[in-house]
């Protein structure tokens, strides 16, 4: 059973910046199959997709209202995903959640694994 860790997030004014981490529970790294993606779900709303990256290539997708402000990368070295979050803004509040699969081209869908969440909070 594949098991994700988020670590990062908190509390952070609006127009600042967070950023959360995803690794495999075991320490070992992403391998190339895998697809990694963010999604959250903020209080009373559905659980929504936010971002993801191929581990092969590093392709990225991101959901419309993030673009430009949020970004998914990985670090080769520590075989973890990460998702900078810039220009925060009270809206991304939210519970952020890793998820991966392997195989596929990333984007929103269905994911085989996730990670328990952390809370990110956007005060104004």
């Known amino acids: 059973q594949v098991q994700l860790i988020e670590s990062g997030g908190g509390l952070v004014q609006a127009g600042g910046s967070l950023r959360v981490s995803c690794a495999l529970a075991?320490?070992?790294?992403?391998?190339?199959?895998?697809?990694v993606g963010w999604f959250r779900q903020a209080l009373g709303k559905e659980r929504e997709f936010v971002g993801s990256i191929t581990w092969r290539g590093g392709r990225t997708y991101y959901k419309d209202s993030v673009k430009g402000r949020f970004a998914v990368s990985r670090d080769n070295a520590k075989g973890t995903v990460a998702l900078q979050m810039n220009s925060l803004k009270p809206e991304d509040t939210a519970i952020y959640f890793c998820?991966?699969?392997?195989?596929?081209?990333?984007?929103?869908?269905?994911?085989?694994?996730w990670g328990q969440g952390t809370q990110v909070t956007v005060s104004s």
């Open positions: 998820a991966a699969k392997l195989g596929g081209d990333g984007g929103p869908g269905t994911y085989d694994y």
């Open positions: 075991n320490g070992r790294p992403f391998n190339l199959y895998y697809v």
